[in-house]
C-alpha cells in the first residue's frame, strides 16, 4: 500500500497504489454529489499552497479539494519572474515548517524542486508540476477518467498528442498509463520529438492520420504558445492543419473513442471547437475527477506514518 | 430483533435500515427481509462507509479501504436504524451518526447490533441487541456470515487476539 509521506511522481507508484487512489477517489467522488459536498478526516490540518509557476486551475482544485476534507488552505503565489535560488527556496522550505503546515502542494518551473523539499521531516509534499518532469495528480485524474468510460487499462490504446517534449503531463501520463497496461502512442511533429523518448516503451507518430487509427483514448496536449517563434513549427494555423484534433479526424479512431485534454485549451489550435464541446469530450469530466483524486491523495498522505 | 423493532417503532411506517460497512449491511439486509415478510412491505435498506468519518486515520497501521455508501432515500424525519455486527469502544457508532447526519436529519436514529462485547469508550447504548457477549479488552470477536465469507454464520471469540 502507500509507502511514501510525498507524491512526487507515477514513476515512484506501483500500480497497486495507484488503484488504491483511484479507489479512493471513487469514493469522494460520491461525497461530491452529495448536498453537503465536505467531510472531517483533515481536520485540524494545514495544506500550504506553494505555486512559483501561474496557475488557477491546479491551484484552485487543490484548495478545493483540501477544503472538502476540512483542512485549512494557504495560498503563498511566488511572482513567477523571480528567480528562485537555492538558498530562497530552503528558507522558504523552512517558513513553512515554521508556520507547521502538514502538506505542501508546489509547482516549480525546475523539475526537483518537490524532490528537495521532500526532505523536511513531518511534511507530506505533493508535486503539483515540476518544470517539464512530472504532474502525477493530471495523470491520476486521467487515469480515474479513462476508467470509468473503459473499466480498465489492459489492451487499451491511448494516442498522446502535441509538445510532449515540454510536457510533464505527458511524462506523467506515460508512466501511469505504460505501469497499468495500456498501449501508448505519442503524435507529434518530427522537430518536438523527445530524445530518449523510446526507453519508455511508447509508439511515436508524426502524423493523425497514421496515430489516431483505432484507438480508445485521444489525450490532447496544450500547445504551450510561449514556445511559439522558437522554431518547433511554422505557425498556429499550420500546427493545427498538421495536428489539430478535427472532427474528420476523430473518425478514425474508434467509434467510442473518448477525448481528453488537461486544459486550458487553445480552441483552434490543437483542438477545434465542435470536438471540445462534442458528445466524446470528456473535458469538464476530467475537472470534477481531479478534485476527487486530489482529495483523495491528501486523505492517504494524511494516513502514512511520519 | 426484527419483531422488537416493530414493537418499538409502532410498526414499519417511516423506517429505514442502514447497515455499516462491511458486516452491518449483511445483516441489515437480512433484518429487512424479516421485517418485509412479518409486515408485507418495502423497507427502504441503505449502506453506509464511515472511513472518511473516522477518528483514528492517523493511529492505524492499515490504510484506509473506501467501500460505497448508498443511501436510498432521503432520511429527513426519518427513524433510521442503524445496523452493525459488534459494538465495542461505540467509535464507529459516533463516526456513523455524524456520516449520516450529512445526509439529513432524522427524526430518530436508533441502534441495532448483533453482539454487544461491552468497553464503551462512548455515551452510546444499543436499542437492540441480539446477543450481550462478556469480553476482555484485548479478546477478539469475529462474525462470519454466509454473504461475506461464502462459509455459515457464526460468531467465535478469540481470547487475548486483539494487539
Known amino acids: ?306 | 430483533m426484527a419483531y422488537e423493532i416493530i414493537e418499538k417503532n409502532k410498526g414499519v411506517d417511516n423506517l429505514c435500515l442502514v447497515g455499516i460497512q462491511k458486516g452491518g449491511v449483511i445483516l441489515a439486509g437480512r433484518l429487512a427481509e424479516q421485517l418485509q415478510s412479518i409486515e408485507d412491505r418495502l423497507i427502504d435498506v441503505g449502506a453506509l462507509d464511515i472511513t472518511f468519518y473516522r477518528d483514528d486515520l492517523n493511529t492505524k497501521e492499515e490504510q484506509p479501504v473506501v467501500k460505497r455508501t448508498e443511501i436510498p432515500c432521503s432520511i429527513n424525519n426519518k427513524t433510521v436504524v442503524l445496523v452493525d455486527d459488534v459494538l465495542f469502544t461505540g467509535r464507529s457508532i459516533r463516526a456513523a451518526m455524524d456520516a449520516l447526519i450529512d445526509f439529513g436529519r432524522p427524526a430518530y436514529i436508533q441502534l441495532a447490533v448483533l453482539i454487544d462485547r461491552g468497553h464503551r469508550e462512548l455515551p452510546i447504548r444499543p436499542d437492540y441487541v441480539g446477543k450481550n457477549i462478556p469480553t476482555s479488552f484485548n479478546d477478539l470477536i469475529e462474525v462470519s456470515l454466509e454473504e461475506k465469507n461464502g462459509g455459515r454464520d457464526r460468531v467465535v471469540l478469540v481470547t487475548g487476539e486483539r494487539g
Open chain 1, 1 to 306: 500500500m502507500f509507502r511514501s509521506k510525498d507524491l512526487l511522481g507515477i514513476k515512484e507508484l506501483t500500480s497497486e497504489e495507484i488503484y488504491h487512489i483511484l479507489d479512493t477517489a471513487a469514493g469522494f467522488k460520491d461525497v461530491l454529489r452529495r448536498d453537503i459536498k465536505k467531510v472531517p478526516p483533515l481536520r485540524g490540518k494545514t495544506v500550504a499552497n506553494l505555486f512559483f509557476e501561474p496557475s488557477t486551475r491546479t491551484r484552485t482544485s487543490f484548495e478545493l479539494a483540501a477544503k472538502r476534507l476540512s483542512a485549512d488552505v494557504v495560498n503563498f503565489s511566488v511572482p513567477a519572474s523571480s528567480v528562485i535560488k537555492g538558498e530562497t527556496l530552503k528558507d522558504t522550505a523552512l517558513t513553512i515548517q515554521a508556520l507547521g503546515a502538514d502538506f505542501v502542494v508546489i509547482r516549480h518551473s525546475s523539475a526537483g524542486v518537490p524532490h528537495f523539499l521532500s526532505r523536511i521531516e513531518n511534511i507530506s509534499v505533493i508535486n503539483a508540476g515540476d518544470g517539464a518532469n512530472e504532474h502525477p495528480t493530471q495523470a491520476l485524474l486521467d487515469l480515474f477518467t479513462i476508467q470509468s468510460h473503459k473499466g480498465k487499462f489492459r489492451g487499451l490504446t491511448a494516442a498522446i498528442v502535441g509538445d510532449v517534449t515540454h510536457s510533464r503531463v505527458a511524462r506523467s501520463d506515460i508512466y501511469a498509463l505504460t505501469k497499468l497496461g495500456a498501449n501508448v502512442r505519442i503524435i507529434c511533429p518530427p522537430t518536438l520529438v523527445p530524445a530518449e523518448i523510446g526507453k519508455l516503451g511508447v509508439e511515436i507518430f508524426d502524423s493523425m492520420e497514421k496515430g489516431l487509427r483505432k484507438v480508445d483514448v485521444i489525450m490532447m496536449l496544450r500547445l504551450q504558445l510561449e514556445r511559439q517563434g522558437k522554431g518547433f513549427f511554422p505557425s498556429l494555423e499550420e500546427y493545427f492543419n498538421l495536428y489539430g484534433l478535427t472532427a474528420e479526424r476523430l473518425k478514425l479512431a474508434k467509434d467510442d473513442a473518448i477525448v481528453m485534454h488537461p486544459g486550458p485549451m487553445n480552441r483552434g489550435v490543437e483542438i477545434a471547437t465542435d470536438v471540445a464541446d462534442g458528445p466524446r469530450s470528456v473535458i469538464l469530466e476530467q475537472v470534477t475527477n481531479g478534485l476527487a483524486v486530489r482529495m483523495a491523495v491528501l486523505y492517504l498522505l494524511a494516513g502514512v506514518k511520519k
